[in-house]
Protein backbone atom coordinates (compact mmCIF):
# COMPACT_ATOMS: atom_id res chain seq x y z
CA UNK A 1 0.00 0.00 0.00
CA UNK A 2 1.08 3.46 -0.41
CA UNK A 3 -0.11 7.02 -0.31
CA UNK A 4 1.25 10.47 -0.73
CA UNK A 5 1.04 13.90 0.60
CA UNK A 6 2.60 17.51 0.08
CA UNK A 7 5.00 18.80 2.40
CA UNK A 8 7.70 21.89 2.29
CA UNK A 9 9.87 19.79 0.32
CA UNK A 10 7.65 18.65 -2.43
CA UNK A 11 5.97 15.81 -2.86
CA UNK A 12 6.73 12.84 -0.52
CA UNK A 13 5.56 9.46 -1.01
CA UNK A 14 4.52 7.04 1.89
CA UNK A 15 4.91 3.13 1.90
CA UNK A 16 2.91 0.70 4.22
CA UNK A 17 5.57 -2.20 4.47
CA UNK A 18 6.07 -5.76 6.72
CA UNK A 19 8.72 -4.97 9.25
CA UNK A 20 11.56 -6.78 9.26
CA UNK A 21 11.40 -7.08 12.68
CA UNK A 22 11.95 -10.71 13.65
CA UNK A 23 12.83 -9.98 17.27
CA UNK A 24 11.73 -12.62 19.99
CA UNK A 25 9.20 -10.17 21.93
CA UNK A 26 6.92 -9.86 18.72
CA UNK A 27 7.24 -13.72 17.85
CA UNK A 28 6.44 -14.36 21.35
CA UNK A 29 3.02 -11.99 21.08
CA UNK A 30 2.05 -14.22 18.31
CA UNK A 31 2.42 -17.52 19.81
CA UNK A 32 -0.23 -19.64 22.26
CA UNK A 33 1.25 -20.69 25.75
CA UNK A 34 1.47 -24.58 23.44
CA UNK A 35 3.77 -22.32 21.40
CA UNK A 36 1.03 -23.11 18.60
CA UNK A 37 -0.27 -19.97 16.82
CA UNK A 38 -1.87 -16.90 18.10
CA UNK A 39 -2.65 -16.66 21.68
CA UNK A 40 -6.01 -16.97 22.60
CA UNK A 41 -6.51 -13.36 23.14
CA UNK A 42 -4.75 -12.17 19.88
CA UNK A 43 -7.58 -10.11 17.56
CA UNK A 44 -8.32 -12.56 15.04
CA UNK A 45 -9.08 -15.50 17.95
CA UNK A 46 -11.38 -15.67 21.15
CA UNK A 47 -10.52 -13.84 24.14
CA UNK A 48 -10.71 -15.62 27.88
CA UNK A 49 -13.55 -15.11 30.20
CA UNK A 50 -10.96 -13.27 32.74
CA UNK A 51 -10.13 -10.97 29.72
CA UNK A 52 -14.18 -10.25 29.58
CA UNK A 53 -14.32 -9.42 32.66
CA UNK A 54 -11.30 -7.03 33.43
CA UNK A 55 -12.47 -5.53 29.53
CA UNK A 56 -16.42 -5.27 30.77
CA UNK A 57 -15.40 -3.62 34.56
CA UNK A 58 -13.02 -1.20 32.63
CA UNK A 59 -15.54 -0.05 30.33
CA UNK A 60 -18.34 0.24 32.88
CA UNK A 61 -15.62 2.13 35.02
CA UNK A 62 -14.83 4.73 32.02
CA UNK A 63 -18.46 5.31 31.13
CA UNK A 64 -18.96 6.71 34.57
CA UNK A 65 -15.88 9.34 33.84
CA UNK A 66 -16.67 12.38 31.73
CA UNK A 67 -14.97 12.89 28.81
CA UNK A 68 -12.20 15.24 29.45
CA UNK A 69 -11.10 13.29 32.45
CA UNK A 70 -10.82 10.04 30.25
CA UNK A 71 -7.25 9.46 29.11
CA UNK A 72 -6.02 9.44 25.43
CA UNK A 73 -4.82 6.40 23.81
CA UNK A 74 -1.17 6.79 23.74
CA UNK A 75 0.06 7.11 19.70
CA UNK A 76 1.35 3.64 18.81
CA UNK A 77 5.25 4.11 17.72
CA UNK A 78 7.62 2.10 17.25
CA UNK A 79 9.72 4.26 20.11
CA UNK A 80 6.95 3.69 22.32
CA UNK A 81 7.24 -0.14 22.16
CA UNK A 82 3.64 -0.48 22.04
CA UNK A 83 3.84 -1.32 18.26
CA UNK A 84 2.64 -4.80 17.78
CA UNK A 85 1.43 -3.96 13.90
CA UNK A 86 4.03 -6.12 11.30
CA UNK A 87 3.69 -3.17 9.36
CA UNK A 88 5.40 0.36 9.12
CA UNK A 89 5.78 3.22 7.53
CA UNK A 90 8.67 3.98 5.60
CA UNK A 91 8.80 8.43 3.59
CA UNK A 92 10.77 8.66 0.65
CA UNK A 93 10.77 11.63 -1.28
CA UNK A 94 10.13 11.23 -5.14
CA UNK A 95 13.67 11.41 -6.22
CA UNK A 96 13.87 8.27 -4.21
CA UNK A 97 11.62 6.18 -5.63
CA UNK A 98 13.34 2.90 -6.67
CA UNK A 99 12.57 1.58 -9.73
CA UNK A 100 10.89 -1.97 -10.35
CA UNK A 101 11.54 -4.59 -12.50
CA UNK A 102 8.06 -5.51 -14.26
CA UNK A 103 9.90 -7.76 -16.50
CA UNK A 104 9.07 -5.47 -20.11
CA UNK A 105 5.18 -5.14 -18.85
CA UNK A 106 4.00 -1.98 -18.24
CA UNK A 107 0.83 -0.16 -17.44
CA UNK A 108 1.58 2.54 -19.95
CA UNK A 109 1.56 2.40 -23.92
CA UNK A 110 4.34 3.50 -25.41
CA UNK A 111 3.80 6.01 -28.41
CA UNK A 112 6.89 6.84 -30.86
CA UNK A 113 6.71 10.32 -30.62
CA UNK A 114 7.73 10.35 -34.56
CA UNK A 115 4.84 8.30 -34.93
CA UNK A 116 2.41 10.48 -32.90
CA UNK A 117 4.17 13.76 -34.84
CA UNK A 118 3.62 12.20 -38.36
CA UNK A 119 0.00 11.30 -37.36
CA UNK A 120 -1.03 14.87 -36.13
CA UNK A 121 0.24 16.04 -39.70
CA UNK A 122 -2.27 13.95 -41.30
CA UNK A 123 -4.91 15.21 -39.23
CA UNK A 124 -6.88 18.08 -39.25
CA UNK A 125 -10.45 19.54 -37.61
CA UNK A 126 -12.63 20.56 -39.80
CA UNK A 127 -16.46 22.60 -38.33
CA UNK A 128 -19.10 24.01 -39.47
CA UNK A 129 -22.67 22.44 -40.20
CA UNK A 130 -22.24 22.91 -43.70
CA UNK A 131 -18.64 21.98 -44.11
CA UNK A 132 -19.18 18.46 -42.28
CA UNK A 133 -22.60 17.83 -43.77
CA UNK A 134 -20.54 17.71 -47.32
CA UNK A 135 -17.47 16.67 -46.19
CA UNK A 136 -19.68 13.11 -44.66
CA UNK A 137 -21.53 13.18 -48.20
CA UNK A 138 -18.20 12.97 -50.09
CA UNK A 139 -15.67 11.35 -47.93
CA UNK A 140 -17.04 9.83 -44.68
CA UNK A 141 -14.20 7.43 -44.48
CA UNK A 142 -11.93 10.04 -44.01
CA UNK A 143 -13.34 10.75 -40.98
CA UNK A 144 -11.43 9.79 -37.28
CA UNK A 145 -13.86 11.16 -35.07
CA UNK A 146 -16.21 14.02 -34.26
CA UNK A 147 -18.09 15.72 -31.64
CA UNK A 148 -21.08 17.42 -31.73
CA UNK A 149 -23.54 19.80 -29.29
CA UNK A 150 -27.11 18.09 -28.52
CA UNK A 151 -29.15 20.99 -30.78
CA UNK A 152 -27.42 19.67 -33.78
CA UNK A 153 -27.66 15.63 -33.88
CA UNK A 154 -31.44 15.60 -35.41
CA UNK A 155 -29.59 17.17 -38.61
CA UNK A 156 -26.75 14.53 -38.62
CA UNK A 157 -28.79 11.25 -37.58
CA UNK A 158 -27.44 9.52 -41.31
CA UNK A 159 -24.14 10.58 -39.62
CA UNK A 160 -24.34 9.22 -36.28
CA UNK A 161 -25.80 6.17 -37.63
CA UNK A 162 -22.85 5.27 -39.72
CA UNK A 163 -20.42 6.62 -37.40
CA UNK A 164 -21.60 3.70 -34.86
CA UNK A 165 -22.35 1.06 -37.14
CA UNK A 166 -18.63 1.86 -38.62
CA UNK A 167 -17.13 2.43 -34.85
CA UNK A 168 -15.90 5.94 -34.90
CA UNK A 169 -16.05 7.68 -31.80
CA UNK A 170 -17.87 10.32 -31.61
CA UNK A 171 -19.36 12.60 -28.45
CA UNK A 172 -22.09 14.82 -27.81
CA UNK A 173 -20.52 17.51 -25.44
CA UNK A 174 -21.65 21.05 -24.47
CA UNK A 175 -20.27 24.16 -26.03
CA UNK A 176 -17.55 24.70 -24.22
CA UNK A 177 -15.86 21.71 -24.71
CA UNK A 178 -16.63 21.58 -28.25
CA UNK A 179 -14.55 24.80 -28.39
CA UNK A 180 -11.61 22.78 -26.69
CA UNK A 181 -12.10 20.10 -29.13
CA UNK A 182 -12.26 22.30 -32.42
CA UNK A 183 -9.89 25.03 -31.07
CA UNK A 184 -12.37 27.79 -31.75
CA UNK A 185 -15.47 29.10 -30.62
CA UNK A 186 -16.84 29.61 -34.19
CA UNK A 187 -17.81 25.75 -34.62
CA UNK A 188 -21.05 25.93 -35.15
CA UNK A 189 -22.29 22.80 -33.39
CA UNK A 190 -19.94 20.05 -35.01
CA UNK A 191 -16.51 19.41 -35.28
CA UNK A 192 -15.08 16.43 -37.45
CA UNK A 193 -11.16 15.13 -36.76
CA UNK A 194 -10.56 13.61 -40.64
CA UNK A 195 -7.51 12.46 -41.99
CA UNK A 196 -6.04 15.14 -44.83
CA UNK A 197 -6.45 15.03 -48.54
CA UNK A 198 -2.87 14.65 -50.34
CA UNK A 199 -2.74 17.12 -53.34
CA UNK A 200 -2.38 15.97 -56.99
CA UNK A 201 0.58 16.41 -59.20
CA UNK A 202 0.00 17.99 -62.46
CA UNK A 203 0.20 15.25 -64.25
CA UNK A 204 -2.72 13.21 -62.60
CA UNK A 205 -4.74 16.26 -62.63
CA UNK A 206 -4.41 16.21 -66.43
CA UNK A 207 -5.20 12.90 -67.14
CA UNK A 208 -9.00 13.40 -66.82
CA UNK A 209 -9.18 17.24 -67.07
CA UNK A 210 -12.32 18.21 -69.05
CA UNK A 211 -12.24 20.12 -72.52
CA UNK A 212 -13.66 23.36 -71.04
CA UNK A 213 -11.59 23.96 -67.95
CA UNK A 214 -10.40 26.58 -65.51
CA UNK A 215 -7.70 25.72 -62.58
CA UNK A 216 -6.73 28.62 -60.15
CA UNK A 217 -3.13 28.89 -59.21
CA UNK A 218 -2.85 31.18 -56.31
CA UNK A 219 0.98 32.52 -55.44
CA UNK A 220 1.66 32.84 -51.13
CA UNK A 221 -2.19 33.10 -50.71
CA UNK A 222 -2.50 31.58 -46.87
CA UNK A 223 -5.51 33.42 -45.37
CA UNK A 224 -7.75 30.90 -44.56
CA UNK A 225 -10.48 32.91 -44.78
CA UNK A 226 -9.77 34.48 -47.97
CA UNK A 227 -9.07 30.83 -49.18
CA UNK A 228 -11.84 29.48 -47.75
CA UNK A 229 -14.24 32.49 -49.74
CA UNK A 230 -12.10 31.43 -52.57
CA UNK A 231 -12.92 27.99 -52.73
CA UNK A 232 -16.67 29.00 -52.62
CA UNK A 233 -16.65 30.55 -55.41
CA UNK A 234 -14.96 28.32 -57.48
CA UNK A 235 -17.47 25.43 -56.50
CA UNK A 236 -20.19 28.37 -57.64
CA UNK A 237 -18.35 28.75 -60.75
CA UNK A 238 -17.93 25.47 -61.96
CA UNK A 239 -14.03 25.65 -61.16
CA UNK A 240 -12.12 21.96 -60.29
CA UNK A 241 -8.80 22.72 -59.13
CA UNK A 242 -7.10 25.23 -57.25
CA UNK A 243 -3.00 25.13 -57.23
CA UNK A 244 -1.27 26.25 -53.91
CA UNK A 245 2.44 25.79 -53.43
CA UNK A 246 0.99 24.24 -49.84
CA UNK A 247 -2.30 22.28 -50.73
CA UNK A 248 -3.30 21.59 -47.17
CA UNK A 249 -3.89 25.28 -46.65
CA UNK A 250 -7.12 24.12 -48.27
CA UNK A 251 -7.56 21.50 -45.40
CA UNK A 252 -7.40 24.08 -42.48
CA UNK A 253 -10.30 24.37 -40.15
CA UNK A 254 -11.21 27.71 -41.02
CA UNK A 255 -10.93 27.69 -44.91
CA UNK A 256 -13.04 24.50 -45.18
CA UNK A 257 -15.87 26.35 -42.64
CA UNK A 258 -15.82 29.51 -44.17
CA UNK A 259 -16.35 27.45 -47.92
CA UNK A 260 -19.71 26.31 -46.31
CA UNK A 261 -19.02 22.89 -48.20
CA UNK A 262 -17.26 23.98 -51.40
CA UNK A 263 -13.99 22.46 -50.56
CA UNK A 264 -15.45 19.08 -51.55
CA UNK A 265 -15.97 19.64 -54.84
CA UNK A 266 -12.40 21.19 -55.86
CA UNK A 267 -8.89 19.00 -56.18
CA UNK A 268 -5.73 20.85 -54.55
CA UNK A 269 -2.47 20.63 -57.30
CA UNK A 270 0.42 20.89 -55.51
CA UNK A 271 2.54 23.40 -57.00
CA UNK A 272 5.52 23.74 -54.71
CA UNK A 273 7.57 24.87 -58.16
CA UNK A 274 5.02 27.34 -58.95
CA UNK A 275 6.44 28.28 -62.19
CA UNK A 276 7.66 24.64 -63.69
CA UNK A 277 3.80 23.87 -63.10
CA UNK A 278 2.00 26.68 -65.02
CA UNK A 279 4.77 25.83 -67.32
CA UNK A 280 2.90 22.56 -67.27
CA UNK A 281 0.18 23.34 -68.11
CA UNK A 282 0.50 25.59 -70.93
CA UNK A 283 2.09 23.04 -72.55
CA UNK A 284 -0.98 21.01 -72.01
CA UNK A 285 -3.17 23.30 -73.90
CA UNK A 286 -3.85 25.84 -71.10
CA UNK A 287 -3.75 29.84 -71.67
CA UNK A 288 -1.93 31.16 -68.32
CA UNK A 289 -3.98 34.43 -67.60
CA UNK A 290 -2.61 36.57 -64.75
CA UNK A 291 -4.56 39.24 -62.85
CA UNK A 292 -3.09 42.98 -61.54
CA UNK A 293 -4.67 45.50 -60.30
CA UNK A 294 -3.70 48.49 -62.38
CA UNK A 295 -2.51 46.72 -65.68
CA UNK A 296 -3.48 44.47 -68.55
CA UNK A 297 -6.41 44.19 -70.67
CA UNK A 298 -9.58 45.29 -68.59
CA UNK A 299 -12.02 42.55 -68.01
CA UNK A 300 -14.83 44.12 -69.69
CA UNK A 301 -12.82 43.67 -72.91
CA UNK A 302 -10.82 40.58 -72.30
CA UNK A 303 -12.02 37.10 -73.99
CA UNK A 304 -11.16 34.76 -71.64
CA UNK A 305 -10.57 30.99 -72.93
CA UNK A 306 -12.52 27.86 -72.29
CA UNK A 307 -9.10 26.23 -70.97
CA UNK A 308 -7.49 28.63 -68.80
CA UNK A 309 -5.35 28.89 -65.40
CA UNK A 310 -6.35 32.05 -63.61
CA UNK A 311 -3.26 33.10 -61.65
CA UNK A 312 -3.37 35.51 -58.58
CA UNK A 313 -1.10 36.71 -55.94
CA UNK A 314 -1.07 36.90 -52.48
CA UNK A 315 -3.21 39.60 -50.78
CA UNK A 316 -1.01 42.39 -50.11
CA UNK A 317 1.54 42.42 -53.57
CA UNK A 318 -0.34 40.39 -55.82
CA UNK A 319 1.64 38.43 -58.18
CA UNK A 320 5.66 38.35 -58.12
CA UNK A 321 7.24 39.68 -61.23
CA UNK A 322 8.26 36.00 -62.35
CA UNK A 323 4.82 35.19 -61.98
CA UNK A 324 3.30 37.92 -64.02
CA UNK A 325 6.42 37.32 -67.23
CA UNK A 326 4.52 33.75 -67.17
CA UNK A 327 1.02 34.85 -68.55
CA UNK A 328 -0.02 34.52 -72.12
CA UNK A 329 -2.55 37.28 -71.73
CA UNK A 330 -3.19 39.65 -68.02
CA UNK A 331 -6.43 40.88 -67.32
CA UNK A 332 -7.54 44.09 -64.81
CA UNK A 333 -10.97 44.31 -63.16
CA UNK A 334 -11.59 48.34 -63.38
CA UNK A 335 -13.04 50.49 -60.81
CA UNK A 336 -13.04 54.11 -59.21
CA UNK A 337 -9.17 53.92 -58.17
CA UNK A 338 -10.40 55.04 -55.09
CA UNK A 339 -8.75 52.14 -53.21
CA UNK A 340 -5.46 50.59 -54.83
CA UNK A 341 -7.52 46.93 -54.96
CA UNK A 342 -9.76 44.42 -54.45
CA UNK A 343 -9.45 41.29 -51.76
CA UNK A 344 -8.36 38.67 -53.36
CA UNK A 345 -11.42 36.03 -52.65
CA UNK A 346 -13.30 39.55 -54.13
CA UNK A 347 -11.11 39.53 -57.28
CA UNK A 348 -11.59 35.89 -57.99
CA UNK A 349 -15.20 35.73 -58.03
CA UNK A 350 -15.43 38.89 -60.01
CA UNK A 351 -13.16 36.89 -62.68
CA UNK A 352 -14.99 33.37 -62.14
CA UNK A 353 -17.89 34.82 -63.12
CA UNK A 354 -16.98 36.33 -66.22
CA UNK A 355 -15.65 32.97 -67.24
CA UNK A 356 -18.63 31.26 -66.67
CA UNK A 357 -20.62 33.47 -68.01
CA UNK A 358 -18.14 33.79 -71.76
CA UNK A 359 -17.76 29.92 -71.46
CA UNK A 360 -20.19 27.98 -69.61
CA UNK A 361 -23.57 30.07 -69.25
Known amino acids: MNDSFSGKNGKVKVMYVRSDDDSGDNRNKNKRPD ?5 DNARTGGRSAQDK ?61 EQLRRQRAEETRVYGENACKALFASRPDAIVRAWFVQSVTPRFREALRWMAANRKAYHVVDEEELAKASGTEHHGGVCFL ?60 AAVRTAEGGAEHIKAINADDFLSVLDTFRKAGYTIVTTSSHKGTALAQAKLPA ?15 SAWQQGDMSVSIGGTGKVESLNVSVATGILLADWWRQNQA
Open 35 to 39: GKGRP
Open 307 to 321: KMVLVLGQERDGLSD
Open 194 to 253: IKKRQGLDAQTYLQNAPVKDCVLALEEVGNPHNLGAIVRSCAHFGVNAVMLQDPALLESG
Open 53 to 113: SRSNDRRGADSRRSESDRPRRPARTEDRGGYDSPWKTVSRGPEDEPAFDHGGISGKSFIDP
